[in-house]
């Protein structure tokens, strides 16, 4: 079997062997090179990179060289953990969801150049499916579908875009559709767990800053790591 892509921050390498004994390899493609953690199982790309004292910001992430790298290992099928805020009072900090939809609008990164190919936008329903299966197997609970707005990056978004946002989606982040997008240019399918860190600037009551939505993601790192293992003993059957 094809090993199955991953493509997180680097808690699944702190997650106490939850994808087992991997390999570090670099792996250089037409788009640049990326960093790739593999197995027989997994290939694993930390998307911030693997060094946390030097973060790679969304904006500067290389999504084109990252999922070329996974096709050219042989991955089909790709899961993304992504950190996100809440678009809505009702959805709140600690929430997973599985987004089923996404917006993006400036900047939307491609591997095309010479040759024009129109796709339709989506995520993998049958991806989608077997991360709610893993959560339900957890008995954790996670929100069926949802639709994710992606900014640029890197700062955080203001109160007013946040109140405009809010009336067509329900989470914000800033890698999930990038990621989404290419995926699908590259013919592979992909679909997210969404944790809910914090409410997005102007919903919750106090000041929104960058060390909140740390302590929420470090609170939600559990969660994540029991469903990503479940999804991957799924898969072995």
């Known amino acids: 079997m094809e090993p199955l892509g991953i493509i997180s921050g680097i808690i ?6 939850i994808l087992g004994n991997l390999e570090e390899i670099e792996i ?3 788009f640049g090179k990326a960093c790739v953690f593999r197995s027989d199982a997994v290939a694993f790309i930390p998307r911030h990179g693997k060094d946390p004292n030097h973060h790679i910001l969304p904006h500067l992430i290389n999504n084109q060289a990252n999922l070329m790298a996974l096709k050219g290992m042989g991955v089909k099928e790709v ?3 992504n950190s996100t805020g809440s678009l809505k009072k009702t959805l709140r900090p600690g ?3 599985v987004p089923d939809d996404f917006i993006m609008f400036p900047g939307a990164p491609t591997t095309l150049s010479k040759k024009a190919i129109h796709i339709t936008p989506k995520l993998s329903g049958e991806v ?5 299966e893993a ?5 954790i609970k996670v929100a069926d579908g949802g639709v994710y707005w992606q900014t640029t990056g890197p700062r955080l978004e203001t109160k007013a875009e946040i109140a405009m946002m809010s009336r067509f989606a329900d989470l914000v982040g800033m890698t999930m559709a990038s ?3 290419i995926a699908q240019e590259l013919g592979l399918s992909y679909a997210a767990l969404c944790s809910v860190d914090n409410y997005g600037h102007g919903l919750g009551k ?3 800053t960058i060390n909140e939505i740390l302590q929420h993601a470090r609170k939600n790192t559990d969660v994540i790591i029991n469903i990503v293992r479940r999804y991957i003993e799924r898969r072995k059957g």
Request: hydrophobic share 40%.
């Open 135 to 139: 959560a339900h197997e957890c008995k």
């Open 28 to 30: 250089v493609t037409e």
């Open 95 to 97: 929430t997973m969801v």
């Open 12 to 17: 699944l390498l702190q997650g106490k062997g």
């Open 79 to 81: 899961i993304s953990i």
């Open 179 to 181: 990621e989404a997008v």
């Open 206 to 208: 106090k000041e929104l």
């Open 128 to 132: 989608r499916h077997k991360w709610i």
